[in-house]
């Protein structure tokens, strides 16, 4: 499997020629509809192995095949004790990779792009992919700032509603020296 990075994947549309630019389309609305925010199981918390408690909220209105993933494998404990493993300070910290190299994934099939117009700012989640627009799995992306070249290149699942300030602790490195770890990740209150 290719390795999966954000910035591979800017860097090759930059070498095609292709744009790198946010979609024409104006962005919706970066508050999730009331029914998606009381949902429960469109809450992703993540115990923190450096003492911190991150709180989700996925956006299946998004991103629906996507959000359904993560789901599934924080039910089954896939993210149980997996590494923040490229972790770029101002950029984003990437993690849901087995294998901790980011080139691994979950024995699911891959999902296919739902690009949408949410925008990468502090706190956005996306799925991390290969280069394959069509390669996410199990990866996932945290932003620590906006970086409006992702937009409708990455698909947004969700934003940070608690517990950024553990993000920005998270061990920075590609890879760290000493990783960050998902002590424990649930879906639901």
């Not at 993210?79 to 080139?103: I, S």
């Not at 890879?175 to 990740?185: F, G, K, N, Q, S």
């Given at each position: 499997?290719?390795?999966m ?9 930059a ?22 925010a ?8 993540l ?16 991103a ?16 149980n ?13 990437q ?39 069509d ?15 992702l ?15 553990f ?8 890879p ?14």
């Amino acid at each position: 499997m290719l390795k999966m990075t954000i910035a591979a994947g800017v860097a090759a549309l930059a070498l095609a020629g292709m744009p790198v630019t946010a979609q024409t389309a104006a962005p919706i609305s970066q508050v999730a509809p009331a029914a998606i925010a009381a949902d429960p199981a469109n809450r992703l918390t993540l115990q923190l192995s450096n003492g911190g408690t991150v709180v989700i909220l996925l956006r299946p209105d998004a991103a629906p095949n996507h959000v359904q993933r993560i789901q599934t494998l924080a039910r089954q404990g896939f993210y149980n004790g997996l590494k923040f493993h490229r972790v770029v300070p101002g950029f984003m910290a990437q993690t849901g990779d087995p294998k901790g190299t980011g080139e691994g994934g979950s024995t699911l099939p891959d999902v296919k792009a739902e690009f949408n117009r949410l925008l990468h700012v502090r706190g956005t989640v996306g799925a991390a992919r290969s280069e394959s627009v069509d390669s996410a799995n199990s990866q996932f992306y945290i932003m620590f700032a906006p970086n409006g070249q992702l937009e409708g290149r990455y698909t947004v699942i969700g934003r940070v509603i608690s517990g950024m300030k553990f993000v920005d602790k998270i061990a920075p490195g590609e890879p760290p020296a000493e990783p960050t770890t998902i002590v424990r990740a649930t879906v639901g209150a």
